[in-house]
């Protein structure tokens, strides 16, 4: 009996041992840090704009001008995301993609595409878009996943950094643990005709006040000062509206200067639209928006056009997101 005892108080011991390392790696992100090592995903996820000074803009040319950029962020509630009054991913996604075929834009930031499927099917056909997401082997998580007409713009570098305490770490925790996941994207293009370049920023802010409190003045501090060596474009569900002080730490830090100008508000006007039909009506619910796009850097902004379109389709007049697409054309024009 006493053998017995003796045995299972090993087996005891050894289960606690291991169920204490389990939890020690598990918390210390062991792996989250295996998985990036297996995958080669543990990337550089900063920016550095010492390669492009604002004098090199266009080739050196004078003035220096973007010319008209369509911009369209557009968060597609996912696949996985089951809600009541939402038909099924594969009944949405063609109303999601006619809205993209509707406003041709020259660059897209999403939110909440899955994997390659996902991409594919929301996506116009043909070879348009080139494609900037997180990547770990041969999958993608593109919860922030971008897109750009590849025939305008070429790439000069990209990257992704984690809206957590790491921003290296793929997946790593946030300020709250086991929550989603969330990034933002980054690319620097140039235009093939012009060489007018620039910064082109996607991201998806967690719904949870503690990540997204921390996760904006991390963004601020990491990408504001390149405002002031080049042209930016941020996209985004900030998940964030514009009564909110987090709201002003995303557009200028601690500070009192705006760095990142929402568009619509340098719109002449702003205007609602349901779907691909219509004139539209005058939007007046500004201050509930949470998806923005926001236009920084050393030059002129133009904002030709701003639309908050509420997409919707069948004699339900069902919407294929939680989430209003917003698109605006933007143009920048740096002076000598």
């Not at 390669?51 to 266009?58: G, I, L, R």
């Not at 509630?77 to 993209?100: A, F, I, N, S």
């Amino acid at each position: 009996m006493k053998r017995l005892l003796k045995i299972a108080a090993k087996i005891v011991g050894i289960v606690v041992v291991a169920g204490l390392l389990l939890t020690g790696f598990t918390y210390f992100q062991g792996i989250q840090y295996t998985l990036a090592l297996l995958t080669g995903s543990l990337r550089n996820p900063y920016f550095d704009d010492s390669q492009y000074p604002a004098s090199q803009n266009c080739h050196g040319a004078s003035p220096c001008s973007s010319g008209v950029i369509r911009v369209l962020t557009y968060n597609v509630l996912c696949r996985v995301c089951v809600k009541e009054d939402y038909d099924p991913w594969d009944t949405r996604v063609e109303h999601l993609r006619g809205l993209v075929e509707h406003y041709a834009p020259d660059l897209i930031g999403s939110q909440e595409l899955g994997g390659w499927q996902d991409i594919q099917e929301y996506l116009p056909e043909g070879d348009v878009y080139g494609i900037v997401t997180f990547c770990f082997g041969p999958w993608t998580y593109a919860d922030s996943a971008l897109f750009y007409r590849k025939s305008r713009y070429e790439v000069l570098d990209s990257g992704q950094f984690w809206l957590s305490p790491n921003p290296k770490l793929p997946f790593g925790f946030g300020w709250l643990k086991l929550s989603a996941p969330r990034y933002l994207t980054w690319v620097c293009l140039r235009d093939r005709d012009t060489g007018f370049t620039f910064l082109f920023l996607n991201s998806h802010l967690d719904n949870n006040p503690l990540n997204k409190e921390n996760s904006a003045p991390l963004i601020f501090k990491t990408f504001g000062p390149h405002a002031a060596q080049m042209p930016m474009i941020f996209t985004g569900d900030f998940n964030t509206n514009p009564t909110t002080d987090r709201y002003e730490v995303l557009r200028k830090g601690d500070g009192e200067e705006v760095v990142f100008h929402n568009s619509a508000d340098i719109a002449a006007r702003r205007v609602q639209r349901l779907g691909s039909t219509g004139d539209g009506t005058e939007f007046t619910a500004f201050e509930h928006t949470i998806d923005h796009i926001f236009l920084a850097g050393p030059a002129k902004k133009e904002v030709l056009n701003w639309v908050v379109n509420n997409n919707v389709y069948g004699p339900e007049q069902r919407s294929p997101s939680d989430h209003p697409a917003i698109f605006a054309e933007v143009r920048f024009e740096s002076l000598p």
